[in-house]
């Protein structure tokens, strides 16, 4: 209506009509042109297009190095056609300012010569087949990419890049094709990794906020998230041997997807889940008179159970505000019976990094077992009278009141048991107590050349010995002349070793004084059956 107002209007002079004509016409190529500002090649179907112009300039060569994709150029390394072990660059611009705009808005040039410096100097294992359709998910995956680094500010993509991911351990080698996304919003960035076809595979986190702030010791939903993302990577079933949480990520060891025994090592993180290189993870030597380590699911542990056991352990350590190094969990092999869900929470004081200790619980928030630091926590003596009763207490609920038993070897700091194997009925394991909880030892059972059935014992058997066994330390110090000394241990058997023909259980005193030394055994009455005098 304008242009026909302007040029049609009665009274206005033909040259001033075709100037106003002009004007218009003028303004709105103009406008045309400006309208180029907006142009991007992470538009969709901007960056397909480029590549095919590329191509078409090229002569369509059939390989690519890489591809570097910028809001206003795509840049590309070809191979060349007449000359395989050359590379080529050509570069698809759109036009930036308002000339260029206005007479080229959009232009190719190349090919320009590629100084090749590759970390895999294998040029043909760096280059891929590349079509254009295949550049046809840059606007979607650019979306994808910034809704995936979930910036505070309103972001964009800065770069995508397509080549071949490297891996420098054990030695350089390239991979499949990757897409990598750089994402800006001036206060944060992030990298977002995918395949070729533009499926995201991992990202890389470090330089935004939430990474800065990210604690999964605190629990709560980016915990959540983590396990979820680890979950959907190792599978729901019992896969896992050993996790292990730390302020900005989990270790896992965990069965590779599709192996019955082969155990890997994983890495999970605000930036997705990794599998580690074999040579780093996932192999771990069993201890002697250990079991392989049971495995479980990540839906078996009670994850609201992090914080609250986090404050239990500081408190049993006396580490008020100490700083938790990590969160371990498994099913150890140094179980008694049934492996079941253990946490250990280990903690180092606030003040002083070299002091530290570490606490077991159960899946229930129950104390398994206490490291404290060193010279500090409960002192304990397992040669107290006292001590006796609660040590075979303890035995007893793990083993059953009728365990059967070969020896029960008490010292200051521990009780020793060789009893048959829960796991294993053909077999004799030591079993340890040191005041809380009984776990496998890594010390070997002692089994002599003529060792029989009929050296075993019925665990109900010793509960006479608490009774009586104060006044045997006492007189064995007595009868051995050694009154200036000490008990050094006590030991609840038959005695099969020394008396092959005894059946009767018996009680053997030890006492030292200096180099002097010397040994009683009592029946379970306290009466005294033998005596070896220093």
Known sequence: MLLAAACGAKGVPLPIRGLVFALVIGAAALASRLALADDSFFDEGRAQAGLERIYDKAGHPTKVLGVDVRTNQ????????????????????????????????????????????????????????????????????????????????????????????????????SGDP???????????????????????????????????????????????????????????????????????????????????????????????????????AGVRPILPGQLPPARFSLADVDWSLVPKLQQAARDRLQLSGGRIVFVEISRPGSAVGTPEITWEISVDSVDDSSVSGSVAFDNKGNVVSTRYPRGQGPKLDLLDAASYAPALDALGKALGAHAAIVELDFRTDRLMATVKDPQKPDALVVLDYQGESVARSIMPPFEPANFSADWFFDLSQAQPVPTHVAAMQQDALARLGLADGKIERVTISKQKLFMPGNDRLLVEVRAEAGKREGRVVYDLNGNAVDIDKP
Do not use: C
Request: hydrophobic content about 45%.
């Open 74 to 173: 795509l840049v590309v390394e070809l191979q060349a056609v007449d000359n395989p072990a050359h590379i080529d660059r050509y570069i698809d611009r759109i036009a930036t300012d308002m000339i260029e705009r206005w007479f080229w808005p959009e232009s190719v040039s190349g090919p320009a010569p590629v100084q090749l410096s590759l970390a895999n100097p294998d040029l043909d294992a760096n280059l891929f087949a590349l079509n254009p359709t295949d550049l046809a998910v840059v606007g979607k995956l650019a979306a994808e990419s910034v809704e995936r680094a979930a910036l505070e500010d309103p972001a964009q993509v800065d770069r995508m890049e397509l080549r071949r991911a490297l891996f420098l351990v054990p030695r350089p080698v």
């Open 178 to 280: 990757e897409l990598s996304v750089e994402i800006t919003s001036g206060r944060e960035r992030a990298a977002i990794y995918a395949t070729i076809a533009g499926v995201i595979t991992h990202a890389d986190l470090r330089g935004t906020r939430r990474a800065q702030n990210l604690n999964y010791l605190a629990a709560g939903p980016d915990l959540d998230a983590a396990v979820a993302a680890a979950e959907s990577t190792i599978g729901k079933g019992e896969v896992v041997q050993r996790l292990l949480v730390y302020d900005k990520s989990l270790s896992i060891d965990a069965l590779v997807p599709g192996s019955a025994e082969h155990v890997g090592g994983y890495r999970a993180d605000i930036n997705g889940v990794v599998r580690l290189a074999d040579e780093i």
